[in-house]
Structures are given as structure tokens and as C-alpha cells.
T-cell receptor
Framework: AQKVTQAQTEISVVEKEDVTLDCVYE???????LFWYKQPPSGELVFLIR??????QNEISGRYSWNFQKSTSSFNFTITASQVVDSAVYFC??????????FGQGTRLTINP | DAGVTQSPTHLIKTRGQQVTLRCSPK?????VSWYQQALGQGPQFIFQ???????QRGNFPDRFSGHQFPNYSSELNVNALLLGDSALYLC????????????FGSGTRLTVV
């Protein structure tokens, strides 16, 4: 069975601090995709990044960076110099069978001014 | 370019009643997937519709049913509502029957009393 675990239920930091959200996944597939989504209070899930299982290159997009390590089945997400607008619930997800996403429980991130 | 539109945004129903939720996909998308997100949890896959057929189904009882229309819009029906059906119901659209490139709507918040 496929599973995504986000062990951090809630994180609270002060603005401008760096913060890392952890994600560990389980799958027997050799080909898979991993995702990160942001869910603001409005409810919609905002796509942040997709990474396939053959591409272990880390990625940086502005203040966001992602570290994918197949050896530890982890796909962690770091926000550098956090801002209040980063406050949201963040979900890590794994695609299964190309047709559905399996989500973690989510991490509620609060950035305090 | 309109994104995914869901209606209504909020709904209160009584236990035992039936409810219909609606979703219009993003322009150019032909696939609609439905997810249930209970409070404090990650979204759970209900089912996916492509070419007006249910292609894949998650672990949900037959009380949950759906339909896709020729214009690609979709409905989610839930019969014999239970208190545990209270959740945010998210619709996601994509292209070609795949979960890649999902665009999520803001959801319908269903409360069963």
C-alpha cells in the first residue's frame, strides 16, 4: 500500500526564520510522482511542485526549496526567510496509478510577525 | 481562464438526507476527480470521472455516487447522510484521465447535523 507521512502536525515560527516541512513516503512502485500542495484558509489546494522518481535533483524556486532523497524515501520542503503569507496547511502527496493522489495528514504552518 | 468552480460553497443537511455537489472543470480539462477532506486530515480520493465514466474509485461506500456530463462538468451525490460525512469536498480537474496537472477548486463545506 502507498502511504505518505507528515510527522509534524503543526509548526510555528517567527517571520524571517527558515522552516523545513518533512515528508516520508512508502510505495512499491519504481515509477512515481511526489507533490507538495499549499492550502490557505480559502480551502483550495495550490500546486507547488511535482517531482518524478527518476529525478533526485533538488529544486529551488525563490524562497522555496525541495530535497528529494530516494534512499530515505523523503521529500522535504524548506521555506527560507518565511513570511506571514506563507501561513497555511501544507500537504505532501504521492500519485498512485496515475489517477489519484495519496495525501499526507498535512502540516499547519503558522508564521508569526 | 476560469479555474475549477464548485457549488455550493457551504451546505447544511440533516442526517439521512441526500445531497448533490457540483463541479465545473477548468477550461480545457476533461477529467474530474472528487476528494473528501475531513477536518484536520488530508484529502481522501473518492472517485474520478473521465469520458463520462467512473474510472477509479477510492474506499467509499455506494452511498457516494457521481456523474459526468458531456460538457465535462460533474456531480457528486451522497445518499443517507451520516454525521461522519461532514467534510470539505474538493473537486479537481485535469486532462486525459490523469492526476498530473490537477487544478483544485475551493471546495464545498458540507455539515451534517
Amino acid at each position: 500500500a502507498q502511504k505518505v507521512t507528515q510527522a509534524q502536525t503543526e509548526i510555528s515560527v517567527v517571520e524571517k526564520e527558515d522552516v523545513t516541512l518533512d515528508c516520508v513516503y512508502e510505495t512499491r512502485d519504481t515509477t512515481y510522482y511526489l507533490f507538495w500542495y499549499k492550502q490557505p484558509p480559502s480551502g483550495e489546494l495550490v500546486f507547488l511542485i511535482r517531482r518524478n522518481s527518476f529525478d533526485e535533483q533538488n529544486e529551488i524556486s525563490g524562497r522555496y526549496s525541495w530535497n528529494f532523497q530516494k534512499s530515505t524515501s523523503s521529500f522535504n520542503f524548506t521555506i527560507t526567510a518565511s513570511q506571514v503569507v506563507d501561513s497555511a496547511v501544507y500537504f505532501c502527496a504521492l500519485i498512485q496509478g496515475a489517477q489519484k493522489l495519496v495525501f499526507g495528514q498535512g502540516t499547519r504552518l503558522t508564521i508569526n510577525p | 481562464d476560469a479555474g475549477v468552480t464548485q457549488s455550493p460553497t457551504h451546505l447544511i443537511k440533516t442526517r439521512g438526507q441526500q445531497v448533490t455537489l457540483r463541479c465545473s472543470p477548468k477550461s480545457g480539462h476533461d477529467t474530474v476527480s472528487w476528494y473528501q477532506q475531513a477536518l484536520g486530515q488530508g484529502p481522501q480520493f473518492i472517485f474520478q470521472y473521465y469520458e463520462e465514466e467512473e474510472r477509479q474509485r477510492g474506499n467509499f461506500p455506494d452511498r457516494f455516487s457521481g456523474h459526468q456530463f458531456p460538457n465535462y462538468s460533474s456531480e457528486l451525490n451522497v445518499n443517507a447522510l451520516l454525521l461522519g460525512d461532514s467534510a470539505l469536498y474538493l473537486c479537481a480537474s485535469s486532462l486525459g484521465g490523469r492526476a498530473y496537472g490537477y487544478t483544485f477548486g475551493s471546495g464545498t463545506r458540507l455539515t451534517v447535523v
